[in-house]
């Protein structure tokens, strides 16, 4: 009985580790997203990286105004901490991470 109870309980954790796997929206989702928000639909996606949640996009454009971008993306429901990063060669770093709950019913 003891050997049953603890095989359950693993499971359970895996269990409870797998569905907070699956709650963090997909990286398309989450580009998607960003790219609605921003204030210039010239501004490029230089680079990103996306992982537990933590979203860190580099953004390329001469004319970036990074107050607004930031502004933009922080009035977007789905992301959280929006602040700007490192100055990078040829473009802004921008960082934020992303609430779940708010994606819920459209993670994909």
């Not at 003891?2 to 797998?18: K, M, S």
């Not at 454009?61 to 060669?89: K, W």
Request: zero cysteines.
């Amino acid at each position: 009985m003891r050997g049953a109870r603890a095989e359950l309980a693993a499971l359970n954790r895996r269990t409870e580790h797998l569905a907070g796997l699956l709650d963090i929206p997909s990286q398309a989702f989450v580009m998607a997203r960003v790219d609605q928000a921003l204030p210039d639909p010239t501004t490029e996606f230089r680079g990103w990286r996306y992982q537990r949640g933590e979203l860190v996009v580099i953004l390329g454009d001469r004319n970036l105004d990074t107050v607004a971008t930031v502004a933009a993306l922080q009035g977007e429901s789905l992301f959280t901490g929006v602040e700007p990063g490192q100055a990078q060669q040829g473009g802004m770093e921008i960082r934020l991470r992303v609430d779940p709950a708010a994606a819920r019913g459209g993670s994909g």
